[in-house]
């Protein structure tokens, strides 16, 4: 009777260990959970910022892209302007080529 009695006791000191050690991973696994979760809620935070830096860089990038399709518009007209201006500049030589052609041939050839 002995031995069944101390059997009977380390099975109830076995059975509370383990009632101990189920309560203790309980208890070490809801503490992990709860960082998880803080975590998590970090991690969602941070999700929040990026999204929000990500649309102001989208703003930014069409605003941009407006501003540099007004600039190409702006100097394409500049241009088309410059490139009037040197047409005429270039007409001026062409008629001052033209009237030096006559004044040489007016006078005749080279006298040394």
Known sequence: MTMSHHTAVNDEEILSGFRSLHEAIAVGFGKMNERLDGIDRR???M???????????NKVYE?????????????AGLEHRMLRRFDAVDRR????????????RRRGPKRS
Do not use: K, M
């Open 43 to 45: 991690l969602d935070g």
């Open 47 to 57: 999700d929040a910022r990026f999204n929000d830096v990500d649309g102001r860089f």
């Open 63 to 75: 605003r941009f892209g407006s501003l540099e399709a007004a600039f190409r518009s702006e100097i």
């Open 93 to 104: 030589f062409d008629d001052v080529d033209r009237r030096l052609d006559g004044l040489e």
